[in-house]
């Protein structure tokens, strides 16, 4: 019999590290499983004097596959060796053999100055992309100041799909040019029906001196 109340003073369940309590199957007691919409690490990379960062399917324990629904990676404080270098990703669909997938974009930037002064949201139409196979810029000029970075997030959806585009969104913060933050929101989509593989991010010039990408993995 299905349960339609509940009431408890405790539930009598056995804890199980890293697993979530929910409703059995049939929806008349509890058990431990793993979450819907749970995120499941995969991978970090560490920059130090990197030229680039890329995460491969089925390399260094990477999945980027059918595996789950939506991939997350997580930027955290990207440092560039350059002053004013751009942050980039591009994608491939031969195991990062070549990053040069037909990709088109939108992309905005909000930026504040910190004595309140300057201040300006715009749509940047020299930024965006459009059937192109450049890599993308996720947020540009980017200070190489000693607490100058880049943090952000980049959601990827169902890579390995033959059927569909590959749509991506992306939302970056950077403090930049000594005194302004600056906030990058880029959508977009990979126009080809093969799958996604790999996806690797550098910056526009010189090397990532330091900084963290986390990759996670949403069903």
Known sequence: MA???????????????NQAIKFNSSANGFETGSAGGAMTFIKKLTASSSSTLSFV?????????????????????????????????????DSGSNYNTTITTTYFTAFHAENGSDQSLTYETGRDLAQSTSFKTLINEVGNDNDQSCSGLLHLFNPSSTTFVKHFICDVNSYFNANYNMRALTAGYFNTTSAIDALQFKMSSGNIDSGTITLYGIN
Do not use: C, R, W
């Not at 109340?5 to 199980?16: A, G, Q």
């Not at 997350?72 to 440092?79: D, G, K, L, P, W």
């Open 3 to 17: 349960l339609n109340k509940l009431k408890f003073s405790s539930i009598n369940v056995t804890p199980v590290a």
């Open 57 to 93: 399917d089925g390399s260094s324990s990477v999945v980027l596959d059918n595996t789950y629904k939506e991939y997350i990676f997580v930027f955290n404080n990207m440092h560039p060796a350059t002053d004013g270098a751009n942050f980039t990703f591009q994608s491939s669909t």
